[in-house]
């Protein structure tokens, strides 16, 4: 019997299975992040993972300072506001007094890898076991797209309006493969979630990351390549399309580190 | 097998990524505008869709809610 | 009670601990290394007590900023170009409503200065030094028994004010050693809605200072303020020296109120009746009980270590009676109750 559209609309539950909605610790705030940006995909999935791992009511949450700076109006967690860069810094404040609980920051480039440089790679050193979840977008997106630490070369930003020159403006920096040398850090992975296939890896990435915490294993970053489509210039589908085309060049995605495959 | 979408009207912020994974084209540009000025894609309810949720996947807004039989 | 014999920067130390501190992240620098060695041995040892060498200056403060949010007594330690860069934590831990304690161990400067004791950081405690519409509670203690003391006070008055205090000693303070006794501290007293330890099966929180709005964010600077007032109102501490029969008062604090007292010792001696109010809290500033005394006296000496800094707040507490005078050396240079006698005498000649 052909069903009418009536009947899909206004009885889906008995017939239809909702198999995909907002994931329970998010806010019913709607997102203020730009149309296309990659942002409010990796909270879904670090949402999806909280619930999936029953952690929310132990979870604490230190948001940067960047577009994600209002991170606490959408993950419904105790969260914490850092000064620009410091998030490691606190984050490790939080987790050496409470150890038991599972803290997490959430950075962009600039902040994880110009002013927070220092402190990112000493919470790794010292192997403090939280997980940092590092957003790379390749530019400073809230402050209007000038150029990040992780800006590639020839990438237009408007502090490089000619592109990025490595004479004058130095090379983009890798910071996964740079925080894998030392040995505080237990399992870094870079993701992205510009497609739907990556969306899923990078959900499985962060999953695994929070168990590694839980399990006391140490540091452990996610690195997140995310699609920027207001200070990359372009619509959302090419912005996607250029993580895959020319970002990957620079930034390949995989696992860069993992003790505990490697036993 | 049977898939339904539901798109949130106002959520909706016309960045198409949902366009760009459904791989049969069951999600289309639409004309009308919400309060934020932006005009959010159409589902076509007459397709095959399978409830694979690759549109909600991707969609950043979360504005997607997918059903399946 | 038993008297121990024991330098100040681990006095400091000691007292911290016993007032509950279980965090601390500091790192070296001359003269507080003491302070920082200390807890390196002894925090370790108390029950949950973290003890970080942070890599930074700035990584400690913000240590310290998710230590107390998270629940824990925290101090950091430096000397002054450490304390210059800790100051957008201090904005942050003032915005944040947080408590803390940050010791400054005050050296010569500006800049990279020298490593002897000075009074040089006096503008930075007390007017700011960071950012924003905020105020550090500032305590200047002057012997070895009042770091203890101060020590402990601190941390109760950071709680009680969920706001940065700030311990402002020198270098003399904290190289030297003193009998003292250490109380016994109150026990704490903090209510667990202003940390953060996870939401539990509760209504989640979060602890910012980004207020976008501006109404909101003019309500929280007012609702700061208020604040300030009522510390202002409660929280002022001074000694008064020899002040009963004086025609002539100095004003000075910490190492410089201790050399005052020897050069009034001295003063006395010829005959001239100088006394000293030694403010205690340098913020809030015991501003009524000095232009108090210029209904009956008329001359005051400003003394500091440094080119005139306290000056400034006595100048305005006296909103234009009595006359100002001022003394000091800066750059890590100790005065001597000699050389301020003869200064005391010039004055009180002239009067």
């Known amino acids: 019997m052909q069903k009418s559209h009536e009947d899909v609309h206004q009885d889906t539950s008995p017939v239809m299975k909702k198999v995909f909605s907002k994931p329970k610790f998010l806010k019913e705030n709607a997102f203020h992040y730009c149309a296309g940006c990659g942002h409010s995909i990796a909270h879904r999935l670090i949402a999806e993972v909280i619930e999936e791992l029953d952690i929310r009511g132990r979870t604490i949450g230190v948001p940067p300072a960047g577009c994600a700076v209002i991170a606490y109006n959408y993950f419904d967690i105790d969260m914490l506001e850092s000064p620009h860069g410091r998030g490691c810094a606190v984050a490790t404040g939080i987790k050496r007094t409470l150890p038991d609980r599972i803290v997490f920051s959430y950075q962009g480039d600039g902040d994880l890898a110009a002013i927070g440089t220092a402190e990112t790679f000493h919470a790794a050193n010292r192997g403090e076991n939280i997980t940092v979840l590092f957003i790379n977008n390749a530019v400073y997106g809230m402050t209007g797209g000038q150029m990040a630490p992780t800006t590639l070369l020839g990438q237009v930003s408007t502090t490089s309006p000619p592109g990025r020159d490595a004479v004058l403006d130095g090379y983009p920096i890798r910071m996964s493969e740079i925080l894998a040398h030392l040995e505080g850090t237990k399992y870094i992975e870079r993701c992205a979630v510009n497609t739907p296939a990556n969306i899923m890896k990078a959900r499985r990435a962060i999953k695994k990351a929070f168990q590694y915490q839980m399990a006391d294993a140490g540091f452990t970053l996610i690195e997140i390549l995310s699609h920027c489509p207001t200070n990359w210039k372009m619509s959302p589908i090419d912005a996607c399309r250029w993580v895959d085309e020319v970002m990957v060049k620079t930034f390949p995605l995989g696992v860069i580190k993992d003790t505990k495959a490697e036993g | ?69 | 009670m038993n008297k121990v014999l024991m330098q100040g920067n681990r006095v400091i130390g000691e007292a911290a601990i016993r007032a509950g501190c279980r965090f601390y992240a500091g790192y070296p620098i001359t003269p507080q290394n003491e302070l920082t060695e200390y807890m390196a041995e002894h925090l370790r040892k108390a029950e949950g007590g973290t003890f970080i060498q942070a890599e930074s200056e700035i990584a400690a403060i913000n240590m310290v900023l998710g230590a107390s949010a998270a629940g824990a007594r925290a101090m950091t330690s430096s000397s002054s170009p450490g304390i210059s860069l800790k100051q957008e934590g201090i904005s942050s831990l003032a915005a944040d409503e947080l408590p803390a304690v940050i010791v400054n161990i005050m050296r010569g400067g500006p800049g990279l200065g020298n490593i002897l004791p000075s009074q040089g950081d006096y503008f930075q405690a007390t007017r700011g030094g960071g950012h924003g519409d905020y105020r550090t509670i500032v305590l200047a203690p002057a012997s070895v028994q009042e770091l203890a003391d101060l020590t402990m006070d601190a941390f109760a008055l950071a709680d009680q004010y969920r706001n940065p205090v700030m311990i402002l000693a020198d270098g003399m303070m904290g190289q030297m050693m003193e009998p003292l006794t250490f109380k016994k501290p109150k026990p704490r007293q903090y209510h667990e809605c202003y940390t953060l330890k996870g939401a539990g099966e509760g209504r989640s929180k979060f602890i910012r200072a980004l207020i976008l709005d501006a109404i909101r964010m003019e309500e929280h600077n007012w609702k700061l303020f208020r604040k300030y007032q009522v510390i202002t109102k409660k929280e002022i501490r001074h000694e008064t020296f020899k002040t009963e029969d004086a025609d002539l008062l100095i004003v000075a604090y910490g190492t410089a109120a201790r050399i005052a007292k020897g050069a009034i010792k001295r003063a006395r001696e010829r005959g001239i009746k100088v006394g000293l109010i030694r403010p205690i809290t340098l913020w809030p500033f015991p501003s009524e009980v000095i232009r108090k005394f210029s209904e009956t006296i008329e001359t005051f000496i400003v003394f500091e270590m440094n080119t005139g800094q306290m000056l400034e707040d006595v100048r305005l507490a006296l909103n234009g009676a009595g006359c100002v005078h001022f003394y000091g050396r800066p750059g890590g240079v100790i005065p001597t109750p000699v050389e301020l006698t003869k200064v005391i005498e010039q004055h009180a000649k002239k009067s």
């Open chain 2, 1 to 69: 097998m049977k898939g339904l979408i539901k798109i949130d009207f106002e959520r909706c912020k016309e960045c198409h990524l949902c366009i760009y994974a459904c791989k049969k084209g069951h999600i289309s540009p639409a004309k009308d505008y919400n309060s934020k000025g932006y005009r959010p894609v159409s589902f076509q309810e007459d397709g095959d869709c399978t409830g694979c949720a690759l549109c909600a996947i991707t969609c950043p807004e979360i504005a997607i809610e997918v059903y399946r039989e």
